[in-house]
């Protein structure tokens, strides 16, 4: 390759890296936390259907102690039967947000309280991590791919062990 070839050849790959969007990470971390915000909000709410939408057709669940749920329909499913449970209440509190230098993933993790009535017909709360993994639609919105949480209490005892 000659000068005037190599020439071109680094001003074309120059112009076309110069071309790509530059991506503002600050303004994709306040729409991120914008989306957990209202994601929290939703749950705390019990809207099932508008919980649902606000993870990916390809998401995946992993609740403590339990199996994988995935996708949107076994997603709503197990909203719907989890605000069912008498006494159920839930709160959040943003601990991270960030977002990758692409722009296009990011992750969010909170504190969570949620209360239910147990047996004795007395309010049992149970607080922990909540953390998720976000995907950046084409449409410029933020949705859950991957949501996985686990307690602050111990583990109940196996008494296999």
Known sequence: MNGIARALAAASAAAIVGCAPAVDIEAERTA????????????????????????TADATMYPPNDSAVAGIEAIRAFGAAFTALPGFAATFRPLEVDVASGGDMGYT???YAITVTGPDSQPVTEQGRDFHVWRKQPD????????IW????????????
């Not at 209202?38 to 993870?55: G, H, I, L």
């Not at 410029?140 to 949501?147: A, E, F, L, P």
């Not at 602050?152 to 008494?159: I, S």
């Open 32 to 55: 991120l936390r914008e989306a957990d915000a209202a994601y929290s909000q939703t749950a705390a709410a019990k809207d099932v259907d508008r919980f649902a939408s606000m993870y």
């Open 150 to 161: 686990n307690s602050d209490q111990p583990a109940a005892a196996n008494p296999a062990h």
């Open 140 to 147: 410029g919105s933020w949705k859950v791919v991957i949501d």
């Open 109 to 111: 993790l909170n504190h």
